[in-house]
């Protein structure tokens, strides 16, 4: 029932059904535990940081996304790297969606690195050789952290690193494939340019992060 409540809460009345959809998601908790189960527990887990990352956007965005992390690195407690490697890189990715979304109310510096160190585990799985569209969208969502962790400390350095993700995002979003998202990261790279020129700070090419 959970799903069918966050699916439904895609076409209409997003918290009524959202709320539905988490409320499903913890009952079922009560009997998919992590003992018994924990590759369904794991899933169950994973869905609710889901649900209550949406929850967030329309009500008590703070406690939600709260709820959202804790309920995905429940998750982390079995989907591991090695036993799991995919479904641990999709809820790394979403941890790391969580915690920068976190950190635009709270714990800024703090909650950006987790959000950073969330990204670097799920790239040592996705790689632009076997998943480039997820690599593609972590190294977005990497360069955004790294962005505004910029805005806080070491602008020159976090923002060669941002530079640095962003074409790796536009090596699987060519302007012939997925213009759209070719253009935004052009966009992207192009604000981040202008801030170096305006503080007379240049970045030197910063070295692909090492895979595992």
């Known amino acids: ?17 959202i709320s539905k959809a988490a409320k499903s998601f913890e009952e079922a908790l009560s009997v998919f535990t992590i ?20 929850l967030s956007e329309v009500r008590d965005k703070e406690e939600n996304l709260i709820k959202a992390i804790k309920a995905l690195e429940e998750a982390l407690e079995v989907r591991t790297a090695k036993a799991y490697p995919i479904g641990y890189a999709s809820t790394q ?52 952290a790294y962005w505004r962790l910029s805005e806080i400390k070491d602008t020159g350095k976090n923002l060669a690193i941002a530079v640095n993700a962003f074409k790796e995002v536009m090596k699987v979003y060519t ?22 020129a305006a503080k007379k700070i240049s970045t030197r090419p910063i070295k692909p992060m090492r895979r595992l």
């Open 175 to 196: 302007i012939g494939r997925y213009p759209l998202e070719y253009a935004r990261q052009q966009n992207n790279l192009g604000i981040i340019y202008y801030s170096l």
């Open 93 to 144: 990715t979403r941890r790391g969606i969580a915690y920068r979304a976190l950190s635009e109310l709270k714990g800024r510096e703090g909650n950006l690195i987790k959000s950073i160190e969330a990204y670097k585990e799920a790239l040592q799985i996705y790689t632009p050789e076997k998943y480039p569209l997820d690599y593609a969208m972590a190294q977005s969502n990497f360069g955004v």
């Open 35 to 54: 003992e018994k189960y924990p590759k369904e527990y794991a899933s169950i887990q994973d869905a609710l940081g889901a649900v209550y990352g949406s």
């Open 1 to 17: 029932m959970g799903s069918y409540y966050y699916n439904l809460a895609k076409a209409r009345d997003k918290e009524e059904n």
